[in-house]
């Protein structure tokens, strides 16, 4: 069997579109609607369903993905090594949110780094949840720490740790607002006080307020920026109210800088996945970071 074949169908088969498949191949479209054609003529069964949204594979299709995908990856590392290279230093690629990669995921894999030969060389990037699994499954990423549980069996994700998310707001406002739940229900008091967030859909916000009160906010973005440090550093300079993860606003907690509003009996939490794909863990500098990181996350919270 032509491995030019399984490559496209794996790729096809992570991609969920012939299009998406091509661009990441380098392909035309009919080149890569040929090569699956071709394969499924030589194994004389269907492999995807065709719908109006890309493909989903059949039962032949996914027994095939499972089969070839990890040796595939393997033979892909190989190529990128190269055969001649008798270093003992893998490249890992690691992919995950902004915050929670810089604050505990790098300083961990940190601690891995050293002269015992077991080490390995690291490329990072950010990505929201769907960005990470899909760049994991189209194999640009070899770890993902994502706070979505992915689908399907091309992927496999373990439970990493979870994140407490506290209500905060600097103690310019605390008089603004009584840190009594019965005061904040239905969220008629966000209406009063501006609200510091990472996007106008408030998702934090929105989690805490469903978790806490069974309400939606009733407010706006005032600030609204990408990413939680700076979500943290608008909030602790006075900008409004805000829902953070505890392990970025414990020192300025401690500090006094920021107030925690409320002391919920059962405090909403965000859990954290770390993702491969599957069979990949075979690799040993995979599987050694991957363990890592969920012993380290241990202690974490």
């Known amino acids: 069997m032509d491995l030019a074949l399984l490559r496209t169908f794996v790729t096809v088969h992570r991609a969920g579109s012939f299009t998406r498949a091509a661009a990441l191949l380098g392909l035309s479209q009919p080149a890569v609607t040929s090569q699956i054609r071709t394969l499924e003529r030589q194994l004389g069964r269907p492999l995807f369903l065709r719908q109006a949204r890309g493909v989903t594979p059949t039962t032949i299709g996914d027994e095939l993905a499972h089969k070839a995908a990890p040796h595939l990856d ?156 700076a979500v943290l550093a608008c909030a602790t300079g006075g900008a409004g109210l805000a829902v953070i993860p505890r392990y970025l606003c414990a020192a300025a907690l401690q500090r006094g800088e920021l107030l925690a509003l409320l002391d919920p009996p059962v405090p909403p939490l965000r859990t954290y996945f770390l993702a491969v794909r599957t069979g990949t863990l075979a690799m040993p500098h995979i599987a050694r970071a991957h363990d890592w990181l969920l012993r380290k996350a241990a202690g974490w919270f």
Do not use: K
Not at 193 to 215: G, K, M, T
């Open 74 to 229: 393997a033979l892909v590392e190989i190529a990128e090594t190269g055969l001649d290279d008798d270093s003992s230093l893998r490249t890992l690629h690691l992919v995950g949110p902004p915050e929670f990669t810089a604050e505990r995921a790098l300083p961990a894999l940190m601690e891995l780094a050293g002269d015992d030969g077991q080490g390995f060389a690291l490329r990072a990037s950010f990505a929201d949840p769907d960005g990470a699994l899909e760049g994991l499954a189209a194999g640009h990423h070899d770890l993902a720490i994502t706070t979505a549980r992915p689908r399907g069996a091309l992927l496999t994700a373990t439970p990493l740790c979870d994140e407490e998310l506290v209500l905060v707001a600097s103690p310019r406002w605390a008089g603004h607002l009584a840190p009594d739940r019965h005061h904040l229900r239905g969220g008629s008091a966000l209406e009063n006080l501006p609200v510091v967030e990472v996007h106008e859909s408030l998702p934090f916000v929105a989690r805490y307020w469903a978790a806490v009160f069974d309400a939606h906010p009733a407010a706006s973005g005032t600030v609204v920026v990408p990413d939680l440090r």
